[in-house]
Nanobody, 122 residues
Framework: QVQLVESGGGTEQAGGSLRLSCQASGDTFSLYFMAWFRQAPGKEREFVVVISPSGSRTSYAISVKGRFTCSRDNAKNTVYLQMNTLKPDDTAVYYC???????????????WGQGTQVTVSS
């Protein structure tokens, strides 16, 4: 089992930056693909990025590519999401998730954090 706790959300103006963190505990963190998803009010949960267990590979949603950067520190059991050039459309609850398998669908992830709110004002 893996327990995940996100932090770092908040309110930022358009064009600003925020950094989210997701602290993992439980099973061996370095065995897991880690992903960030987000869910805006009234919308389905959508994929943001997935990072490989070693951190050497990432895959981003088109909507965030070039603005968001995902990284991980396996020694600290933590995955990060650096969000730059924020847009009002980035407003959502952001969730980190863990899976032993690669994927971009929420259904493929067994372990989830509680989410952290990101609000971008125009």
């Amino acid at each position: 089992q893996v327990q995940l706790v996100e932090s770092g959300g908040g309110t930022e103006q358009a064009g600003g930056s925020l950094r989210l963190s997701c602290q993992a505990s439980g099973d061996t963190f370095s065995l897991y693909f880690m992903a960030w998803f987000r869910q805006a009010p009234g919308k389905e949960r959508e994929f943001v990025v997935v990072i490989s267990p070693s951190g050497s590979r990432t895959s981003y949603a088109i909507s965030v590519k070039g603005r968001f950067t995902c990284s991980r520190d396996n020694a600290k059991n933590t995955v990060y999401l650096q969000m730059n050039t924020l847009k009002p459309d980035d407003t959502a609850v952001y969730y980190c998730a863990a899976s032993r398998l690669y994927g971009g669908s929420p259904q493929g992830y067994r372990y989830w954090g509680q989410g952290t709110q990101v609000t971008v004002s125009s």
